[in-house]
T-cell receptor, first 114, second 113 residues
Framework: DTEVTQTPKHLVMGMTNKKSLKCEQH?????MYWYKQKAKKPPELMFV???????INESVPSRFSPECPNSSLLNLHLHALQPEDSALYLC?????????????FGPGTRLTVL | KQEVTQIPAALSVPEGENLVLNCSFT??????LQWFRQDPGKGLTSLLL?????REQTSGRLNASLDKSSGRSTLYIAASQPGDSATYLC????????????FGSGTRLLVRP
């Protein structure tokens, strides 16, 4: 099973809402990633978890809060977002987080902030 | 700073044609390069990964080459089909980074029946 799943597929939220994005993989991968992709732009790395520990935060605003409850799950908690945060949020995983790894991507959550 | 460029930004070809997509990068100190496919509004599917010590990788009708010294990679698609229509992204992994992929902006491919 080489699948990364993400829920929900679509999310519309107001600027005062709190919501969460969820990502799950059952490939035994120990590195998980959050990317943000604006329309017609390439994905940009936001966070990396390696062995359930936050390894990289690419200077992401604190209104985005990642969480890795266990090795299979990755959440992204959203609070007080801005309309410019509307984007496709992609989750990925890889075996160890080493340079040799192939990253496997989920289908993404399309987020709209009103 | 590593920059990745993909040309052309968009390409339209008739079915059956062989085609080449280009990717260039400014810093040759890369560990590997990966080609992805992305269908509209969907996630990325990994197509091929080339390590910096390799010159090419093949999978089915796809062949990717890497010339690290000149900072270039090409993705060759043989006998294109309408189902190949998608955006193709290349991404490089720097030598000093385990995690970070630096993506190009992609080439939007349309294969006309």
């Amino acid at each position: 099973d080489t699948e990364v799943t993400q829920t929900p597929k679509h999310l519309v939220m107001g600027m005062t809402n709190k919501k969460s994005l969820k990502c799950e993989q059952h490939m035994g991968h120990r590195a998980m990633y959050w990317y943000k992709q604006k329309a017609k732009k390439p994905p940009e790395l936001m966070f990396v978890y390696s062995y359930e520990k936050l390894s990289i935060n690419e200077s992401v605003p604190s209104r985005f809060s990642p969480e890795c409850p266990n090795s299979s799950l990755l959440n992204l908690h959203l609070h007080a977002l801005q309309p410019e945060d509307s984007a496709l949020y992609l989750c990925a995983s890889s075996q160890h987080g080493t340079r040799e790894d192939t990253q496997y991507f989920g289908p993404g959550t399309r987020l709209t902030v009103l | 700073k590593q920059e990745v460029t993909q040309i052309p930004a968009a390409l339209s070809v008739p079915e059956g044609e062989n085609l080449v997509l280009n990717c260039s990068f400014t810093d040759s100190a890369i560990y590997n390069l990966q080609w992805f496919r992305q269908d509209p509004g969907k996630g990325l599917t990994s197509l091929l990964l080339i390590q910096s010590s390799q010159r090419e990788q093949t999978s089915g009708r796809l062949n990717a080459s890497l010339d690290k010294s000149s900072g270039r990679s090409t993705l060759y698609i043989a006998a294109s089909q309408p189902g190949d229509s998608a955006t193709y992204l290349c991404a490089v992994r720097r030598m000093d980074s385990s995690y970070k992929l630096i993506f190009g902006s992609g080439t939007r491919l349309l294969v006309r029946p």
